[in-house]
């Protein structure tokens, strides 16, 4: 009877061991991942929303804590995961004994790409013994990083359906675009915060939804780059024709304070709130959550020539990527911002 512990410990050391892949992520860096990964660490906001997509079942935690608004919008057994901060990038509030508690076989990082991020993530992965993945996060290539990252969670029948659904979007968009004149494309604003006076210049991940809609950012003017502050004497002397507010205060203020007053979009009530539940439909994050908003775009900058139906959109949005059946009270709170504020 003593012999068979021994036995068995010798069989088990011919055991093959947990298989493992390497991949080459965004970054060009060679990266060994277990070819099964059960719970999947995002490092920012965009990645916690491709992994909500993907695999829910895969999210380890929330990189923010939803609110209850938010909340609504998700699948149950999402809206209570923990939350662990963000773990790089602005507002990093993670930290590496949170990393090595929540137990992940993948840390994930969808975005921005370039030296900064590629040491963060070597480093990460240096302390941590855990593969740290990048992921170019551009919104044209959204059904590419569907199927890529479908493909390292192990759900690439999920993500080959996500991404033609991208693909389907995208190429509308481009072939409907290709018949309006440059002249004819909106001049448009956008504004992050209470006073709107946050947004992004020419290059910006966060804007890029709205030259992917063909649209004209009048704060590229001011250069390339990311987020930044701007005046309200640079926004008169741009006078764009549409304004979008990511804050409902400052799409209301704009309405009646006077300084605004002369701006071609005010002029002409064209100041728009983006929808925002349960991720930004333009913007916060800059995800896969935009899909759904260059459909809202479409119809707010050229409702002549986008005419199908924005609420059937959304709710097969919701249904698909969200796994989530809207209401008739939750859809009417997320059109409210396809309405002009009065």
């Known amino acids: 009877m003593k012999l068979l512990p021994a036995f068995l410990l010798f069989l088990l050391a011919f055991l093959p061991l947990a298989e ?15 070819d ?5 660490m995002a490092a920012g906001p965009p990645a916690s929303v491709l992994v909500y997509v993907l695999a829910p079942e895969k999210l380890a935690g929330w990189v923010r804590a939803p609110g209850d608004a938010e909340k609504t919008y998700l699948m149950t057994a999402v809206r209570d995961l923990p939350v662990y901060g963000q773990l790089t990038g602005k507002g990093g509030t993670a930290n590496i004994e949170a990393v ?9 990082d969808v975005g921005t790409v370039n030296a900064t991020y590629a040491s963060l993530a070597d480093k990460a992965q240096a302390q941590t013994g855990i593969p740290y993945v990048l992921i170019d996060g551009g919104f044209a290539g959204s059904a590419e990083t569907l199927r890529k990252v479908g493909d390292i969670l192990g759900v690439s029948e999920r993500g080959e359906k996500l991404a033609i659904y991208a ?5 509308d968009l481009k072939g409907k675009l290709a018949a309006i004149p440059a002249d004819k494309r909106p001049r ?12 992004g210049l020419s290059g910006s991940i966060n804007l890029e939804i709205l030259e992917a809609a063909g649209a004209v950012n009048v704060a590229a003017s001011a250069g390339k780059g990311g987020l930044t502050q701007v005046s309200l004497e640079q926004i008169l002397g741009w ?9 409902g205060k400052f799409a209301a203020s704009v309405k009646s304070d006077p300084l605004w007053a002369n701006v071609e979009a005010v002029k002409q009530s064209r100041v728009f709130v983006t929808p925002s539940l349960p991720f930004g439909w ?6 896969i959550n935009r899909l759904i908003g260059i459909a809202w775009l479409e119809k707010l900058l050229y ?7 924005l609420s059937a959109d959304v709710r097969d949005f919701y249904k698909l990527f969200y796994q989530v059946d809207l209401s008739d009270e939750q859809l009417a709170a997320l059109m409210k911002g396809s309405a002009q504020v009065k």
């Open 20 to 34: 493992a892949r390497t991949i080459t992520d965004a970054a060009g860096r060679k990266v060994d991942i277990p």
């Open 36 to 40: 099964r990964i059960e719970k999947v």
């Open 239 to 247: 006078n764009p024709d549409t304004i979008l507010a990511a804050s």
């Open 188 to 199: 448009v604003y956008y504004g992050r915060g209470p006073e709107g006076l946050e947004t």
């Open 303 to 309: 409702p002549d020539i986008f005419t199908a139906d």
């Open 167 to 171: 693909e389907g979007k995208l190429a």
């Open 100 to 108: 090595l508690a929540a137990k992940p076989d993948l840390i994930l």
């Open 282 to 287: 333009f913007d916060s994050p800059p995800g």
